[in-house]
């Protein structure tokens, strides 16, 4: 049964605690009912249980690469929260991979996560965002999605296709109200995990995953006479 509900639903497709958790932050402060997917539920649990107030924000464990899934979640969340008003699909996976240490499984793994998982969400929020004639769909890409890396195959193959994927959502979507846009991620992003391979850079080496939330959420409240599709986000001394 739906609960009773007066903020707007954001839906954060891919949540950790690094863009995940800041762009929960930025969105429940905004005003948002925000619900968190990520395939490892009690470790996601862990993370809300560690904000303060945590009050509108929720969790559900869902596997991104899987569309049965993602439509179970989707329509559990419509039923219990109301409509999604933002998508932001957070899921990515890094591997390091070259030619000579190609595996096809991983390679599949990485289109499945990036391009195939963004579509199947995409699909369960469109619907009610075309009711409503507004809604916003938020994606996280990267450096990899403008240019290939011999060390990361598959991750530039796949961000390079969910850039497309994004744009031709955009020239569909956008003509009917809602805002598709692609945020460029360009630098490495302060977390305990990038602090501990990276002990000697200093703090502005990093990106701030507070302010890359806080972009986000001025994309949200753009004119619609003035929108942007797609933005590059990086620390000011990074090289580019």
Known sequence: MQQEQSRPVCVV????????????????????????LARDGERLQNLLAQETPAAHLAARSCDLTDGTAIAATFADIANVFGPV?????????????????????????????????????????????????AGNILISGATASWRGSPRFLSFAAAKAGQRSVAQSLAKQLMPEGIHVAYLIIDGVIETPVTRQFLPGQPADFFLQADGIAGTAFHLTQQPRNAWTFELDLRPFGEKW
């Open 13 to 36: 497709a891919g949540a950790g605690p690094g863009n995940g958790m800041a762009f929960a932050r930025r969105f429940q402060a905004g005003g948002y009912q925000v619900v968190l």
């Open 85 to 133: 008003n933002t998508l932001i699909y957070n899921a990515g996976n890094g591997f390091p991979d070259t030619l000579d240490a190609f595996d096809a499984d991983r390679f599949e793994q990485a289109w499945r996560l990036n391009q195939r998982g963004l579509l199947q969400c995409v699909q369960q929020v469109v619907p009610a965002m075309r009711e409503q004639g």
